[in-house]
């Protein structure tokens, strides 16, 4: 996860206040703009996200499916999570981003977009892994969690979470393989979740028989509050690199060997956790 801030200011992007602003609605409300706001922008896949943050609360949020319209959907969507809140997009200071594994075309849109704002508000800028978000809602059921995105030619981008010392640990590297060869190598309990259709979710059924849980397909969905909590506290405790660093995560095809059941020749340290989300 790499996270910067612009020292500039010299792009310009369009107002939310626009002359598109529907009839009836308020403008954003600039005497909100003292409170830190994060926008999170997630573009990864045919699914898309936007959401609003304080650091404490979602202030808005949306979640479609986007079938590859992502490029004119996306500032629609921020518009209108702009004029929910009444918040200016000047106003807004962070700026979070799914930066992949994903749709290459997808994952520029977004990160395209944040690297704008980010620049023309002199805004603080994160990315976030894509597979990260969709594990890190997983966490208070302490289950061994795999997240899977499709990668093309019967390949899935997946890894492998769990809780370690109250801290959501990713413990594996980020992969691209088979679902036969990342079943081969489970061997206990594990909860699948992302874009997992009935077809997918069969065949680890297959393979896997009772060890392969599955979260509702509700929760499955990518929620960009997520993204934003993860990019807040990346935010709060890293270190910055330049705006243009932010760039799509390419996952290689790696030698799968041994199991994902023994440590790793290098252990899982804090670079890779990812904090637990606020229990009830």
């Given at each position: 996860?790499?996270?910067?801030?612009?020292?500039?200011?010299?792009?310009r992007?369009?107002?939310?206040?626009?002359?598109?602003?529907p009839?009836?609605?308020?403008?954003?409300?600039?005497?909100?703009?003292c409170?830190?706001?994060?926008?999170?922008?997630d573009?990864?896949t045919?699914?898309?996200?936007?959401?609003?943050f304080?650091g404490?609360?979602?202030?808005?949020?949306?979640?479609w499916?986007?079938?590859?319209?992502?490029?004119d959907?996306l500032?629609?969507?921020?518009?209108?999570?702009?004029?929910?809140?009444?918040?200016?997009?000047?106003?807004?200071?962070r700026?979070?981003?799914?930066v992949?594994?994903?749709?290459?075309?997808?994952?520029?849109?977004?990160?395209?977009?944040?690297?704008?704002?980010?620049?023309?508000?002199?805004?603080a800028?994160v990315?976030?892994s894509?597979?990260?978000?969709?594990?890190?809602p997983h966490a208070?059921?302490?289950?061994?969690t795999?997240p899977?995105?499709?990668?093309?030619?019967?390949q899935?981008?997946?890894?492998?979470y769990?809780?370690?010392?109250r801290?959501w640990m990713?413990?594996s590297?980020?992969?691209?393989?088979?679902?036969?060869?990342?079943?081969?190598?489970?061997?206990?309990?594990?909860?699948?979740v992302?874009?997992?259709d009935?077809e997918?979710?069969?065949?680890?059924?297959d393979?896997?028989g009772?060890?392969?849980l599955?979260a509702?397909?509700?929760s499955r969905?990518r929620?960009?509050g997520?993204?934003?909590?993860?990019g807040?506290?990346?935010?709060?405790t890293?270190?910055?690199?330049k705006i243009s660093?932010i760039?799509?995560?390419?996952?290689?095809?790696?030698?799968i060997?041994?199991s994902?059941?023994?440590?790793?020749?290098?252990?899982?340290?804090?670079?890779?956790?990812?904090?637990?989300?606020?229990?009830?």
């Open positions: 996860m790499t996270v910067s801030r612009s020292s500039s200011s010299t792009s992007i369009p107002s939310a206040a626009s002359s598109s602003r009839r009836g609605r308020a403008p954003p409300n600039s005497s909100k703009s409170a830190p706001v994060l926008l999170a922008l573009t990864s045919d699914w898309a996200s936007v959401a609003l304080d404490r609360d979602v202030l808005a949020e949306e979640t499916h986007a079938q590859r319209r992502q490029g959907e500032f629609p969507a921020i518009e209108r999570a702009l004029l929910s809140t009444r918040t200016a997009l000047s106003s807004v200071d700026v979070a981003v799914a992949g594994p994903g749709s290459f075309t997808g994952l520029r849109v977004a990160i395209a977009a944040g690297q704008g704002i980010a620049r023309g508000n002199g805004a800028l990315g976030i894509t597979l990260d978000v969709l594990a890190y208070p059921s302490k289950q061994r795999c899977l995105l499709r990668a093309g030619r019967d899935f981008y997946a890894a492998f769990q809780e370690r010392n801290k990713r413990r590297p980020f992969l691209v393989a088979t679902l036969d060869e990342i079943c081969q190598k489970i061997g206990t309990h594990t909860l699948f992302g874009e997992i009935a997918i979710e069969a065949a680890l059924r393979l896997l009772p060890k392969a599955f509702s397909p509700a969905v929620r960009a997520y993204l934003a909590e993860l807040w506290r990346e935010l709060e890293r270190t910055q690199v660093e760039e799509p995560l390419y996952v290689r095809q790696p030698s060997r041994g994902f059941e023994q440590p790793f020749a290098s252990p899982p340290s804090d670079e890779r956790a990812l904090g637990l989300p606020k229990r009830s």
